[in-house]
């Protein structure tokens, strides 16, 4: 008995061995904010939708003579980008890369200006979204979205007709009829993007994505 207490007197003295530091919580690298808020995954998703603007803007090249019938399709791309990244800076980041990607892919007749009308869109883009009420999955805030930024890419193709020193009674001839049809050709791709985002938030992973998740 005496031996056993002298020994649980020595235990109970015995300094405890230092417990191993914990490793800190290592941050997945789709989580990591890089511009804003916005995460690796949300770039990814964000330059793909870029990519699929430049191609179906090419596609829809269809000889009606009707100026911004091309824009329904990339304006729905461009609705469909900022309700699955419901993120501050999305609009803007979509029209940069967008602006980037058909600069130096040469489309466009804007020389080096033909970046401003993709930046131009995003900035609207991001604006309205912000300010108009609603989720973009509404009818009513998805087309005055995308009416919206087809006139804000239609403003800054006029501006850079200005710097290009186009005449500007050629600029102003006819300006009220296109600005009409973009307007209208805006609405509809905002109404087919909320549309697609009905759909595509069904989908549960890309839900979570909307979500931040």
Known sequence: MFSRSLLSEAADRRAPFPSAPTPPSAVSPSRQQYVWSLTLRDLLLIALVAALCMVVKQLLRVPINVPGHSGVLWVALFVICRGLVDKRG?????????????????????????????????IVLEVLALVIPGDLRG??????????????????????????????ALLLLGLG????????????????????????????????????G
Do not use: M
Request: hydrophobic residues 55%.
């Open 90 to 122: 999305t609009g803007v980041v979509l029209g940069i890369v967008t602006g980037l990607l058909a600069q130096f892919a040469g489309f466009g007749h804007q020389g080096p200006f033909e970046w401003t009308k993709w930046v131009a869109a995003g």
């Open 139 to 168: 009818w009513g805030k998805a087309a005055a979205v995308g009416a919206g930024l087809h006139l804000g890419k239609l403003a800054a193709l006029t501006l850079a007709g200005l710097l290009l020193r186009v005449p500007v």
């Open 177 to 212: 009829w296109s600005a009409s049809t973009h307007v209208v050709f805006g609405a509809v791709g905002g109404v087919l993007g909320a549309l697609a985002l009905r759909e595509l938030r069904r989908i549960p992973f890309l839900d979570a994505q909307a979500r931040g």
